[in-house]
């Protein structure tokens, strides 16, 4: 007999937050202001990466942009910050979440960047400035390497959610992505011969007191 009542559950979620900011009437979702901070960021010197062909992707020589530009993205990301630590963890105590580095990422026509996390830090985030049509950021499931110890071959052409290895988030202009910094992540390669990719990555950390005192666990960070 066919089984008939049952179910299959998904538990231990990992959480992704995405937020668009609105687009403004110019359809590039940046003002004035921010286009020139953004020129100046560029002009102010760009490094390559360690890719396998650096040229096609470089990061700003400046790690921390937010420190005095781009103050309303900053704000923008900062709210949402804020917004995803209720929605995903709601602390039993207070304790202040804040953007630690911040840099631009500048990706030509098939750069990518391979698989990878961001250490020291809680939360990151990309926020994408321009992002070319049928682009996307993958994230990778913790768990693969234990899953590759047994592996059944599936007889789907799209593997499901309890056989795939990594989830490919679509991504548009003006659009804010977070994470946990311990999740494997990278950036798919640049699809579009006429649009570069423009984004900015950030980390977040905390202050505050966290664990319990009668339990021997607290910690207070400052």
Known sequence: MKPTDFQV????????????????????????????????????GMMATNDTHPE??????????????????????????????????????????????????YTKLG?????????????????????PEGNGISFYDPNMRIKRILKIDSSLENPSQWQGEKITVPLETNQLVLFPSWLGHAVDPNPEQTTTRLSLAFNVFFTGPIGIESDLTELILK
């Open 9 to 44: 559950a998904g538990i231990f979620p990992t959480p992704i937050y995405i937020a668009q900011r609105e687009i403004g009437l110019d359809n590039s979702g940046l003002t004035e202001t921010e286009d020139k901070e953004i020129e100046e960021i560029i002009e102010n």
């Open 111 to 131: 750069g990518s960047h391979g698989m990878h996390t961001h250490q020291n830090s809680w939360i990151s985030g990309v926020f994408y400035l321009s992002a």
């Open 56 to 105: 096609l992707r470089s990061m700003s020589e400046d790690k921390y942009i937010f420190n005095d530009k781009l103050q309303d993205i900053k704000e923008f990301c900062e709210d949402h910050i804020d917004n995803y630590v209720k929605e995903v963890h709601n602390p039993r105590k207070d304790l202040e979440f804040y953007i630690t580095q911040s840099w631009l990422n």
